[in-house]
């Protein structure tokens, strides 16, 4: 990160290549996928002309998803979208292939969560798929969302009681 704050091109690439999938979730989260990776690219772009306001010693990734985010915001914002976000959970299987039976069960499942996350309010949304979906911890959402770290745990333990509020209202 210094490198690239002193210029050098090479080392600012590198951060991209490595963020970049993580900064495309992010704008995933916010904005969908139709605006996705365009903002993400965006951001870099920003974040790159941001370079001499970084904070040495302080940590890249919240400081990158705090611009992914903004930027998702604002692409949002302008276009007026009011369409649900569509989230993907990625799932790792264990080392034993599960039975076509159990396979079904845990797809449903996850189609089950993931309709119910949709349901959230936008800032819900955000919160749990941070912590769930992007694995931050509560510092690093702190920092992505330019909040204090209690706030991130209320909002986190608000967001959760909603949902789950939606899915047990989903099987009634």
Do not use: C
């Not at 992914?68 to 299987?93: F, G, H, I, P, Q």
């Amino acid at each position: 990160m210094e490198r690239a704050r002193q210029g050098d091109e090479a080392a600012y690439e590198t951060l991209v290549r490595r963020y970049q999938g993580l900064a495309v979730r992010a704008a995933y989260v916010v904005a969908g996928r139709g605006e996705a990776e365009d903002a993400a690219q965006e951001a870099f772009v920003k974040a790159y002309r941001a370079l001499h306001r970084f904070r040495p010693g302080a940590p890249f990734r919240p400081w990158l998803l705090r611009i992914v985010t903004n930027e998702a915001r604002n692409r949002v914002r302008s276009a007026r979208r009011r369409e649900a976000l569509a989230l993907r959970a990625v799932a790792v299987s264990g080392d034993a292939a599960p039975s076509p039976e159990a396979a079904t069960e845990e797809l449903e499942a996850r189609r089950e969560l993931l309709e119910s996350v949709e349901r959230l309010p936008p800032a819900d949304r955000e919160v749990i798929a941070y912590r769930y979906f992007l694995g931050l911890s509560e510092a690093e959402m702190a920092e992505a969302l330019a909040v204090p770290a209690g706030t991130v745990k209320s909002r986190l333990s608000r967001a959760m009681t909603r949902l789950r509020t939606e899915m047990v209202a989903r099987h009634e």
